[in-house]
T-cell receptor, first 113, second 115 residues
Framework: GQQVMQIPQYQHVQEGEDFTTYCNSSTTLSNIQWYKQRPGGHPVFLIQLVKSGEVKKQKRLTFQFGEAKKNSSLHITATQTTDVGTYFCAGQLIGAAGNKLTFGGGTRVLVKP | GAVVSQHPSWVICKSGTSVKIECRSLDFQATTMFWYRQFPKQSLMLMAT?????????EQGVEKDKFLINHASLTLSTLTVTSAHPEDSSFYIC???????????FGQGTRLTVV
């Protein structure tokens, strides 16, 4: 079945530094979505990427979808303590019903002040 | 944005008993809802797709007789963990997406502890 791998599993970042988390799917995706889950909370939608090679920015967050629509990345610049949480990518297969998603393992981000 | 409400937020039950978890879409109708299970510091594992008015679609390896799903209306899906055992202890979370919307909206999750 479809697998979505995400690296790194953990990311310890000094406040103010940049980091990137990577997501790879075993199959071509219809779209990829990114979610953030704060400790003790539920996942909250960040963004969706649909087009091959698409790049989207949200303030300090830059999301990219690979040309083959099988990989994606999230880059955060000037990390802040509010960025703490787990970032999940979630892939949707072509033809998948509703919003059926396969989640990556997540990158748990800890920020050192 | 859309709101998905899940109840209860936490529950402790004895081994052998059954527990029902509710997932409601408060301001939209959802013909499809999804149930996930999340172990501590791990990802969300899709358990099943809840379909309004028809049987749920279970992912491989998920026991449908143990995790009963009912989607009787366009705003409510329930997950019943039957004959619960300590290994069923986990964080269960549902999601739904309104029509013509991209993102999945998640309930607050239910932390189940079986003692």
């Amino acid at each position: 079945g479809q697998q979505v791998m995400q690296i790194p599993q953990y990311q310890h970042v000094q406040e103010g530094e940049d980091f990137t988390t990577y997501c790879n799917s075993s199959t071509t995706l219809s779209n990829i979505q990114w979610y953030k889950q704060r400790p003790g909370g539920h996942p909250v939608f960040l963004i969706q990427l649909v087009k091959s090679g698409e790049v989207k920015k949200q303030k300090r967050l830059t999301f990219q979808f690979g040309e083959a629509k099988k990989n994606s990345s999230l880059h955060i610049t000037a990390t802040q303590t509010t960025d703490v949480g787990t970032y999940f990518c979630a892939g949707q297969l072509i033809g998948a019903a509703g919003n059926k998603l396969t989640f990556g393992g997540g990158t748990r981000v800890l920020v050192k002040p | 944005g859309a709101v998905v409400s899940q109840h209860p937020s936490w529950v402790i039950c004895k081994s052998g008993t059954s527990v029902k978890i509710e997932c409601r879409s408060l301001d939209f109708q959802a013909t499809t809802m999804f149930w996930y299970r999340q172990f501590p510091k791990q990802s969300l594992m899709l358990m099943a797709t809840s379909n309004e008015g028809s049987k749920a679609t279970y992912e491989q390896g998920v026991e449908k007789d143990k995790f009963l799903i009912n989607h009787a209306s366009l705003t409510l899906s329930t997950l019943t963990v039957t004959s619960a055992h300590p290994e069923d202890s986990s964080f269960y979370i549902c999601s739904a997406t309104p029509d013509r919307v991209t993102e999945a909206f998640f309930g607050q999750g239910t932390r189940l502890t079986v003692v």
